[in-house]
């Protein structure tokens, strides 16, 4: 019982602080952090498109006229990344892949994607390798899902927002829903910012275990006495 007393919370503060390091600050140390530039939002009443299987075609129009004040000034030669929100039935084993694109005038950026890589009920990001903000900016710009060789059952699907700012996605066969493609349009920032911020967390949680330690050391004494 005395060891417990003893080593118990030093224990729990260790067990709690790498579980602390590995989820919240994964990221708070690299040289670069995902800012937001444009999204749709997610509500309450959210639909699934379908299944993405081949011949499967989702096209979603960007309005430019929704970008913040200044924000093509500060991330025009930043690159870019598109996060769509998916879904995988229920983390089902999802085989097979498809495409997401993104079409600004006449440029088309590909990238091809496994369904086993998707999460339920989570943005999947992808980045375009040499593309930057000011690329696409206030360009003719949209965003397409594409089937191509999912079988049914096996398939992933995206989610629908009835937030249509952006306007409303197109679907195969020229289809126009009533929804739009949850999704960001993000921008790949300096982590300085984001470094100070997983900096900060990190000397106010070191200093509680301090704390703790102090605390199990008095208790050692007390016990002794």
């Not at 040499?130 to 059952?153: C, N, P, R, Y």
Request: charged share 20%; aromatic share 10%.
């Amino acid at each position: 019982m005395m060891t417990i007393k003893r080593y118990g919370l030093p224990l729990i503060w260790l067990t709690v602080f790498c579980v602390f390091i590995a989820v919240r600050l994964k990221d708070g140390y690299k040289d670069i952090y995902f800012h937001t530039v444009l999204e749709s939002i997610i509500e309450d009443n959210m639909k699934v498109a379908g299944e993405i299987l081949p011949g499967f075609n989702l096209k979603q129009p960007i309005n430019w006229n929704l970008l913040g004040k200044n924000v093509l000034e500060q991330d025009a030669l930043n690159a870019v990344c598109i996060s769509v929100f998916l879904a995988n039935y229920g983390d089902c084993k999802n085989k097979g892949s498809f495409a997401l694109s993104l079409s600004v005038d006449e440029n088309q950026y590909r990238t091809i994607i496994g369904a086993k890589h998707i999460d339920d009920n989570a943005y999947h990001r992808i980045c375009f390798e040499g593309v930057i903000f000011e690329d696409i900016a206030h360009k003719s710009t949209t965003l397409s899902l594409e089937g191509i060789d999912s079988q049914k059952g096996e398939a992933i699907t995206a989610w629908m927002t009835k937030d249509t700012a952006h306007g409303e996605a197109v679907l195969q066969d020229n289809g126009v829903s009533d929804r739009s493609l949850t999704f960001r349009i993000e921008t790949v920032r300096s982590g300085s910012q984001g470094r100070m911020h997983a900096i900060i967390l990190t000397s106010i949680y070191y200093l509680s275990g301090i704390l703790i330690i102090l605390t199990a050391t008095i208790l050692k004494f007390t016990d002794q006495s």
